[in-house]
């Protein structure tokens, strides 16, 4: 089985940056496409941006083109979001999840789940 721990949220003001990190355990987590999640109080959880086993394939939400960027690095088991020029709709709650279905944008397509890290965005 596969455990996901994402770190690496905080406090900040608009138009900063932060570098969430998604740290995994188990053999098979270079195998799975992971993906990033982001529920907000009140909302339902929402895709951010997927990236495939290899970090070849990338694909984000419109949300999220261009101003976040999704990255791998499979010998170190982590996953990352880079997030630039934040804004207070991006307040969340961050969510990494993996699972085998390729650049899967649907909450029900990954097995696995992090416990999620908080971003809080001030104006």
């Known amino acids: 089985q596969v455990q996901l721990v994402e770190s690496g949220g905080g406090l900040l003001q608009a138009g900063g940056s932060l570098r969430l990190s998604c740290a995994a355990s188990g053999r098979t987590f270079s195998s799975l496409t992971v993906g990033w999640f982001r529920q907000a109080p009140g909302k339902e959880r929402e895709f951010v941006a997927a990236?495939?086993?290899?970090?070849?394939?990338?694909y984000y939400a419109d949300s999220a083109k261009v101003r976040f960027t999704i990255s791998r690095v499979n010998a170190k088991n982590t996953v990352y979001l880079q997030m630039n020029s934040l804004k207070p709709e991006d307040t969340a709650v961050y969510y990494c999840?993996?699972?085998?279905?390729?650049?899967?944008?649907?909450?029900?397509?990954?097995?696995?789940w992090g416990q999620g890290t908080q971003v809080t965005v001030s104006s």
């Open positions: 990236i495939s086993s290899s970090g070849s394939g990338i």
């Open positions: 999840a993996a699972g085998s279905s390729y650049l899967a944008t649907a909450r029900d397509r990954y097995d696995y």
